[in-house]
């Protein structure tokens, strides 16, 4: 059973830093994708980042680029987000997601409708 575990979510204050963790298991981890969602009250679940097998290549929302850096460990199954120069609109449930995939080094996708298995996410508020 596959099984997608978030955790680090919490209250920052405009200007703090989280860092995200999704722990995986019932899978071969080095096979998928892995990806980061979020969705904010009344919004669809939009698209924050990626990263390929390797680890090598990776895939920003435009409003996250230059603050977010997601990153793997395959050894640990495990797949993080750092979030910097957090704003209020960053504000939402964050859901990590795996995309298997053929390709160790190819770019990995951002289409929500690609990934095949998601976690139950973790709340992230940030206050002004």
């Known amino acids: 059973q596959v099984q997608l575990a978030e955790s680090g979510g919490g209250l920052v204050q405009a200007g703090g830093s989280l860092r995200l963790s999704c722990a995986a298991s019932?899978?071969?981890?080095?096979?998928?994708?892995m990806g980061w969602f979020r969705q904010a009250p009344g919004k669809e679940r939009a698209f924050v980042a990626s990263?390929?097998?390797?680890?090598?290549?990776?895939s920003y929302a435009d409003s996250v680029k230059g603050r977010f850096t997601i990153s793997r460990l395959n050894a640990k199954k495990t797949v993080y987000l750092q979030m910097n120069s957090l704003k209020p609109e960053d504000t939402a449930v964050y859901y990590c997601?795996?995309?298997?995939?053929?390709?160790?080094?190819?770019?990995?996708?951002?289409?929500?409708?690609?990934?095949?298995?998601w976690g139950q996410g973790t709340q992230v508020t940030v206050s002004s």
């Open positions: 997601a795996a995309d298997e995939d053929e390709s160790f080094y190819g770019p990995p996708t951002m289409r929500r409708y690609n990934y095949d298995f």
């Open positions: 019932g899978l071969t981890f080095s096979s998928y994708t």
């Open positions: 990263i390929n097998r390797s680890g090598g290549s990776t």
